[in-house]
């Protein structure tokens, strides 16, 4: 509840600050790109601190990294809030929206519906691969889940960090339905490579992992860059900015795509015979669990990212509509 009423309005501070859209992506791109970085930096910090600095009383070292976390996430808030200004509305004088009416609402925009495709699909995606990336390294690939995977995990958070970056600036080129079309299907092949690799081959999973950065970083980035305009062609039509809905969704989207992805994975595992193990030991799992695991990551990720492809494809807000879109809410 706590992270939904902070997350909905910092998430929602975008179409506030540009009525640009290419102002709009590079905000997603720092965003996103700091939040992964972030990521990276908490990850080093509690290796050093918990496993080697408080290494004789993980216990204590816990309650300092969260500590200094949670000191990490109200000072950075608190900034947000003070340095951050709205722009002049008469928000104060409508009538608040019921929810079932403001539901309704996002779920008559054509465009939101879209974007919300692109979103789910790419947020499962990333979601599938995430929750299985241990099981398949240690159970499949055969490598150490300490040291081999903690190197993995920091090729692929560094390679989408790096990314979101370098789509950030190519998307002024080419466009953000361009640069999809263009990293996806990278993401694609790399999903195709992680079911044929072979035990004992880590080298190769690392290197697929680095590569995967390059379409795992679109699904950050151009969904949330996508959204300001459904908030700005949903003003063109009702004269009313209710950016809170859409944005209230999405984070709903987000929760909900964790939820399903968590509970599909599980229900297919139990069916294909996976042992539950104790914490620290390694089961030889039976092949059938093996291969629903190999499916679950690379197969069924892929089928999402195709219709994600075919979302962004027939989504209408085009580069056109857009600037027809801001010309009319300048001249109004």
């Known amino acids: 509840a706590g992270f939904t009423a902070v997350n909905v309005p910092y998430s929602a501070l975008t179409p506030e600050l540009s009525k640009n859209n290419q102002d709009r992506t590079d905000l997603n791109m720092y965003r996103f790109s700091i939040s992964v970085l972030s990521g990276l930096v908490a990850a080093v910090m509690y290796n050093v601190i918990v496993n080697q600095i408080f290494q004789d009383n993980p216990a204590r070292g816990n309650v300092i990294q969260g500590l200094i976390v949670c ?22 004088d409508e009538e608040q929206i019921p929810f079932f009416e403001g539901l309704a609402i996002a779920l008559r925009s054509r465009p939101f519906l879209y974007v919300s495709g692109i979103y789910l699909l790419a947020w499962l995606s990333i979601q599938f691969v995430q929750n299985l990336i ?9 490598g150490d889940p300490g040291g081999q995977f903690t190197i993995l995990l920091f090729g692929l958070q560094f390679s989408i960090f790096v990314y979101i970056l370098i789509w950030g600036g190519v998307s002024r080129k080419l466009g953000r ?3 999809f079309f263009i990293g996806i299907p990278i ?3 790399v999903q195709v490579g992680l079911f044929f690799v072979q035990p004992g081959q880590i080298t190769l999973v690392m290197i697929l992992a680095i590569a995967a950065g390059i379409g795992v970083s679109l699904g950050f980035l151009v969904p949330w860059s996508l959204l300001p305009d459904v908030v ?12 809170g ?6 984070v709903f989207l987000q929760k909900m795509g964790i939820g399903v992805g ?16 104790t914490e620290g030991a390694i089961i030889q ?48």
Do not use: C
Request: a negative charge.
């Open 71 to 92: 000191a990490v996430i109200i000072i950075t808030n608190v900034i947000v809030f003070a340095y951050t200004t709205e722009s002049d509305t008469d928000d104060e």
């Open 232 to 243: 700005d062609d949903d003003e063109l039509k009702t004269g009313q900015w209710r950016e």
């Open 177 to 179: 339905k361009n640069v």
């Open 262 to 277: 968590i509970f599909v994975q599980g229900q297919v595992l139990g069916w294909a015979g996976d042992i539950s193990s």
């Open 187 to 189: 993401w694609m092949v």
């Open 134 to 142: 241990l099981i398949y390294f240690r159970d499949w690939i055969g």
């Open 285 to 332: 799992q039976p092949d059938s669990a093996l291969l629903a695991v190999r499916i679950l990551i690379s197969i069924v990720p892929i089928i999402f990212l195709f219709f994600s492809i075919i979302q962004v494809y027939r989504n209408p807000n085009d580069r056109h509509r857009l600037a027809e879109i801001q010309a009319a809410l300048a001249a109004r």
């Open 245 to 250: 809905i859409f944005y209230g969704f999405f």
